[in-house]
């Protein structure tokens, strides 16, 4: 079955950096690509996903990459704020089986 | 719209108990998953169900069920429970079994001592 990676398991960084998150996915069959926000306390909330024929999306100040040959995608936060801390999750799935398997997340911790 | 809904918030109960936790999805919503949120590992997947049945269910042993109401609703059993199933549960709902986008609820949060 499919294994997302997902790296760093911490990232801490001063208000106003960037934080990027890295996940890489075992199967190359799977084409949807979604990460999820879970602060402390509350349910897991989608923020952006990205399909395997767009190399990148970006909303706002978040962005997603994939890179499908080498089977990596990633999560860009630019100008960070403390709202952003949270636990991050990226994900991956292919068609035909809808479930999607999660990474262990990030736990991003934005100081003031 | 009200979102996915479950209950019990919390849940606290003895090793070899049982457990019932309960789900209701987004209004006309028809998938829902379980997972289990154990600490530092992440969403494991439990169980998908679709319309009333058992699409597919995750590496877990056979005393985690479930089953799903013509309503859509859901509900995961945990029999004969052991210390390591403390754990946050969450159920997600989309919108069919061809949508990937899920919906999370709040989470059960199950304790066995």
């Known amino acids: 079955g499919e294994n997302v990676e997902q790296h760093p398991s911490t990232l801490s960084v001063q208000e106003g950096d960037s934080a990027v998150i890295k996940c890489t996915y075992s199967?190359?069959?799977?084409?949807?690509f979604p990460w999820y926000k879970q602060e402390l306390g509350k349910r897991p909330q989608l923020i952006i996903d990205i399909r395997s024929n767009v190399g990148e999306k970006k909303d706002q100040r978040i962005a997603v990459t994939l890179n499908k040959t080498a089977k990596h995608f990633s999560l860009h936060i630019t100008e960070t704020q403390p709202e952003d801390s949270a636990v991050y999750f990226c994900?991956?799935?292919?068609?035909?089986?809808?479930?999607?398997?999660f990474g262990r997340g990030t736990s991003l911790i934005v100081h003031p | 719209e009200a979102g996915v809904t479950q209950s019990p918030t919390h849940l606290i109960k003895t090793r070899g108990q049982q457990a019932t936790l309960r789900c209701s999805p987004i209004s006309g919503h028809t998938s829902v998953y379980w997972y289990q949120q154990a600490l530092g590992l992440g969403l494991q997947f439990l169980l998908w169900?679709?319309?009333?049945?058992?699409?597919n269910r995750g590496n877990f042993p056979p005393r985690f069920s479930g089953r799903q109401f013509p309503n859509y609703s859901s509900e995961l059993n945990v029999n004969a429970l052991e210390l390591e199933d403390s754990a946050l549960y969450l159920c997600a709902s989309s919108p069919d079994a061809t949508n990937e986008k899920l919906f999370f609820g709040s989470g059960t949060q199950l304790s066995v001592l």
């Open positions: 169900y679709d319309e009333g049945e058992e699409r």
């Open positions: 994900a991956a799935s292919k068609g035909g089986s809808y479930i999607p398997t």
């Open positions: 199967d190359s069959a799977s084409n949807y």
